[in-house]
């Protein structure tokens, strides 16, 4: 049984005033939420107040609030340039959205190169240059022109570098060359679309040949073409700094 007293307190509550509104139910009332995208503080979130996970990250934003977390910003724990949400840790390169990285290591390949970079260069960032496997597998600029390590002409260079180029000195050579400066080269490619589509004109027919296994001089011509779009692209990066 309730005493008067209790009753009476019971009463008052429900005759008070409503609660704030909180739309999404995240646990901050809307009037925090100023949809900015920056937080400034608890009473200042920047949050969307109809959107419970304003980041998509998995957590909604009254928890990051209390963690202490930014609730606009997906976090990215290894300060590679990729948040973790993209970093799927599955060792296979599928897309910008499913890079295959290690969330918590920022060069996954241990390459020199981090994770970020790799993805904006167009290489797979799982699979350090002479790996071999999946991906691009090290082949730099045919990536970062295609825009993807999936590209069937990079599946061709790939399969003639391992079972060619790598067996004989001159190829060596090359690839040691290569992997010095196809890096930086097809970063700087890979961001300018005039650049990309020169490096495809210049990539496709050889790719076309090695693939057909028509045209024996066409290794030679394929390390003489890489080695110029790269000395070239870098040439261009060193007059624009």
């Known amino acids: 049984n309730l005493t008067s007293g209790a009753t009476d307190v019971f009463v008052s509550k429900l005759d008070g005033p409503p609660p704030p509104p909180d739309t999404d139910g995240d646990g901050l009332v809307d009037s925090v939420e100023t949809d900015t995208g920056v937080f400034v503080s608890a009473t200042d979130t920047g949050t969307d107040p109809n959107d419970p996970d304003s980041d998509d990250d998995g957590v909604n934003d009254g928890d990051e609030v209390l963690a202490g977390t ?85 599946g061709a260079l790939r399969d003639w570098r391992d079972s060619r180029l790598l067996t004989g000195a001159l190829g060596a050579a090359f690839t040691d060359a290569y992997y010095r400066v196809g890096p930086p080269a097809a970063e700087f490619i890979a961001t300018r679309p005039a650049l990309r589509a020169a490096a495809r004109a210049v990539i496709a027919p050889i790719a076309q040949a090695v693939e057909a296994k028509s045209i024996p001089a066409a290794a030679y011509a394929l390390m003489a073409a890489m080695l110029g779009v790269a000395a070239f692209s870098l040439a261009l990066r060193r007059a624009k700094q």
Not at 75 to 84: A, F, H, I
Not at 101 to 107: F, G, K, Y
């Open 70 to 154: 930014d609730p606009n910003n997906p976090p990215d724990t290894d300060g590679d340039g990729l948040v973790d949400s993209v970093e799927t840790d599955t060792g296979v390169f599928v897309s910008a959205t499913d890079t295959g990285t290690d969330p918590n290591d920022p060069d996954s390949d241990n390459d020199g190169v981090n994770d970020g970079d790799e993805v904006l260069a167009g290489t797979d960032p799982n699979i350090a240059p002479g790996g071999g496997g999946g991906g691009g597998g090290g082949c730099f600029i045919a990536t970062a022109a295609y825009g993807t390590p999936l590209a069937g002409q990079i």
